[in-house]
């Protein structure tokens, strides 16, 4: 097969006619998918895929939307997964791994952050130690999504206390149905409980479940978080599953249903922009020049965001290099989660003092303002995204590094343990 | 709509950056400035001559080019970046008027002469009230044996103590609101036409207030007429000064970053301060936010897009905040010396503050959009 667009669309077009089914079962259909090669066919063609380049990927998405044909599972963390040991891992991990992630059998969660180091990753101190032939493993995880769920983990744990702080780290794949590993919600300020705090004593990692090499953890970890980063505006276009009859639509809707759950209330910590000219004209507050001005401004904000993304991936499809428009939605994001909850309070009135069934819009307006801190924090706070993009985009010095020439254990560090 | 610029508008661009570099210098803008026309007419022509600049938007038929608006908008951009002293915004957009609310005959008897770049035009509009909608006009025009008539005054004219050629937008006797508005050219040198140059607060930018007393002019197409064609010419206005502020607020933005990376203080590059880092980022993002608007808003006029009043209002109101901002940062970020007349910072902020309350303010343009998408 040729690497051009109507080669690609060709060829994947008859392969989709000849062998998609609705009535067969999930995972049967995934594995006869990854068999082909279609399931993920920009990997290479020794780990189920096709070596197509990126850019050619979306025609195969239209093929398969085109007929209606599932797809492999691609929603939570298996994503992140894949890329990582695809990049890092061994032939056995890939082995035992890649395939079951694909078919959705297997489910992962990641175990990056703690209690004492947020932005700070890999100031990480969950330990791992050589013991008889197995690693131990002691220590906390927090923000964890579907840990409770999760077969595998992607842990990131100090090996060597004595190396500076970024060359101390290992990374390791994490039987999560061990003793030794207790999974605990965490209740947020809007009362959901998205993540996990994931207590770790004793757990046993076999000496394979290595990723790289002692000592490779952060730069694996980077793999990781640059793919999460990447994926994070896919988020809400992988969760729509189609509403056909057949049973394998039933399937796939379980499955999203199952991992969109902690997500339900994301739209919310945007600040929900498309209620608030609904809520202006319901409201009558409409009327008041004051919100007429503030509603402006917000639009300008959030429209002059979204064409900045359409810049961005002009851009990226056109291969050209990536200006800085790239690297400010995170950073809009906020701004605008912000605005929208200060107007969403202003329409409200004193309604805004209620939660809850009887509140406005059955309680999705107190949603949105007790959801909205989230938007400035997750996925790299405000601060360090604005450190980012001074250093990144406009080369900026770098901040003085005060933890990094000394042996790890020599670093002041947090106690909360 | 299209989202990034071809081949040839990133090679045109590039271009006319580096003519106006050489061209054009700070240097250059403060000579230009101080003089009391702020602007010399055989520079200019010569400038202009080099890309054939006047002639971009005007149609083939016409004598022009045949770009397009986003064309335009690219110059715009650029000369607002160089802070370039000139009469193209006033001419360009006198050159919109006419092609807006103009016969056949009016564009060909008024369009070639503009662009071949000989034609200095402006467009009058607003009043002393500075209100620039065709429904504020007060000028009046009366026909007679004669032909037409302009008695009334207007003010805050791009340039209008240098243009040949004065678009003028007046009402007939005793009509109200849109109904009844005419667009009109007077020639510079017309009998009982006057003009005071305004002292401003933008130097690279003049102002003038024009006395009409019974001036002979020439009805730009159909009598009373005029307010749709002509609000079709200031919603373009309006994306103009957008690209031209974006120019601007870019280049304060990149300038102050360079100040902030040789600046030393507790010795230390003070752009190795967090404090300066995060304003920096603050900075970047709300001029590339005003870019894609600016750059949205000029997409939209060329495909005809319903939406495009609201969009060019949204890219005036963008532009404008992002352009006082960051020049508000950049005089921050250099400290004592950004507070100086030496220090060019302050040229960028004072035309940051002149393109901030032209055409219409923030507010004025915030409303504009409420009432094309609040229903």
Redesign the interface.
């Known amino acids: 097969m040729e690497h051009t667009e109507s080669a690609v669309r060709a060829a994947c077009r008859a392969w989709l006619e000849a062998h998609w089914d609705p009535n067969r079962g999930l995972i049967e259909w995934r594995n006869i998918l990854i068999d082909s090669g279609w399931g993920a066919p920009a990997w290479p063609k020794r780990w189920h895929g096709l070596d197509l380049p990126t850019g050619l990927v979306p025609v195969v998405e239209e093929e398969m939307a085109r007929i209606g044909a599932v797809g492999v599972a691609k929603a939570g963390i298996r994503v992140l997964a894949s890329a990582t040991i695809l990049a890092h891992g061994s032939d056995m991990q890939k082995e035992k791994f890649l395939r079951r992630s694909m078919t959705g059998e297997d489910t992962w969660c990641q175990l990056f952050s703690e209690p004492g180091s947020g932005s700070d990753v890999a100031g990480a101190v969950t330990r791992a130690d050589m013991r008889g032939n197995h690693w131990v493993v002691n220590g906390q995880k927090v923000w964890t999504t579907s840990a409770h769920k999760a077969d595998w983990g992607l842990l990131l744990a100090r090996t060597d206390w004595d190396q500076r702080k970024h060359k101390g780290l290992s990374y390791f794949i994490l039987d999560m149905k061990q003793q030794g590993v207790t999974v605990q919600p965490l209740r947020q300020m809007n009362g959901h409980a998205s993540f996990n705090q994931v207590f770790i004593t004793d757990a046993l990692v076999p000496p394979e479940m290595l990723v790289a090499n002692v000592g490779d953890g952060w730069e694996v970890t980077t793999t990781t978080l640059m793919h999460e980063r990447r994926g994070a505006d896919g988020l809400r276009s992988w969760a729509q599953a189609s509403d056909r009859p057949e049973h394998i639509y039933q399937e796939e809707r379980a499955e999203i249903a199952t991992v969109m759950e902690p997500y339900k209330w994301y739209p919310q910590r945007a600040g929900r922009v498309d209620l608030l000219m609904p809520r202006a004209i319901e409201t009558g507050a409409i009327d008041d020049p004051v919100v007429r001005q503030e509603l402006a401004k917000l639009l300008i904000m959030a429209k002059s965001a979204e064409w900045t993304a359409r810049r961005a991936r002009a851009a990226q499809e056109q291969g050209r290099p990536q200006g800085p428009e790239g690297s400010l939605g995170k950073l809009a994001a906020s701004h605008i989660a912000r605005a929208a909850a200060r107007l969403h309070t202003t329409m409200a009135g004193a309604n805004a003092l209620l939660t809850g069934p009887d509140s406005p819009l059955g309680g999705l307006i107190a949603e949105i303002l007790v959801s909205v801190p989230a938007t400035s924090i997750a996925g790299g706070t405000d601060e360090i995204q604005r450190n980012i993009i001074a250093e990144r985009v406009l080369k900026m010095p770098r901040e003085p590094s005060i933890d990094s020439d000394r042996p790890f254990r020599d670093v002041p560090r947090n106690t909360v343990r | ?4 610029f071809s081949a040839e508008q990133d090679e045109f661009r590039g271009n006319l950056r580096r003519l106006l570099a050489e061209r054009v210098p700070t240097k250059e803008v403060r000579r230009l400035m101080e003089t009391a026309a702020g602007w010399e007419r055989e520079g200019w022509r010569q400038l202009d001559g080099t890309l054939g600049l006047s002639a971009i938007a005007i149609p083939e038929e016409f004598g022009g080019y045949g770009f397009g608006f986003g064309e335009l908008c690219i110059v715009l951009e650029e000369m607002g970046r160089a802070l370039v002293p000139a009469p193209y915004l006033a001419t360009s957009l006198a050159a919109r008027a006419i092609l807006h609310v103009g016969s056949a005959a009016d564009r060909t008897a008024l369009l070639p002469g503009i662009a071949s770049g000989v034609t200095i035009a402006t467009l009058a509009s607003a009043e002393d009230a500075g209100n620039w909608e065709a429904e504020a006009t007060t000028l009046t025009a009366t026909s007679g044996g004669d032909g037409w008539r302009l008695d009334g005054h207007k003010s805050f004219v791009l340039d209008g103590h240098i243009a040949d050629l004065i678009l003028v937008l007046a009402r007939a006797p005793g009509s109200a609101g849109a109904k009844g508005v005419s667009l009109f050219a007077v020639e510079a040198g017309a009998a009982g036409f006057t003009w005071q140059a305004l002292a401003v607060m933008d130097p690279t930018r003049k102002l003038a207030r024009l006395t009409f007393d019974g001036v002979a002019a020439r009805l730009i197409g159909t009598a009373g007429e005029a307010a749709a064609p002509y609000r079709r010419t200031m919603t373009e206005a309006a994306v103009a000064l957008a690209n031209e502020m974006v120019g601007g607020a870019e280049r304060l933005r990149e300038d102050a ?1 360079a100040y ?2 040789m600046r030393m203080q507790f010795g ?2 003070i ?2 301060f ?1 404090s ?3 304003k ?3 900075m ?2 709300e001029v ?3 870019k ?2 600016a ?2 808003a000029a997409a939209a006029i060329d495909e005809g897009d319903d939406d495009a009043e609201a ?1 060019a209002s ?1 890219a005036k ?2 532009a404008a ?1 992002a352009y006082v901002q960051t020049a508000i940062h950049a005089i921050q970020i250099h400290g004592g010396i950004g507070f100086t007349w030496d220090n060019d910072t302050h040229l960028w902020f004072k035309r940051a503050k002149s393109s901030e309350v032209l055409f219409g303010d923030g ?1 004025h343009h ?2 504009i ?2 009432r094309n ?3």
């Open positions: 709509m299209k989202f990034s970053l902030a990376m230390r590059t752009a190795s967090q300066m880092k995060h920096q980022a603050d970047l993002l590339e936010l005003a894609s608007a750059y949205y969009v949204l109101a963008g905040d507010q915030r409303e959009m409420m998408w609040a229903a």
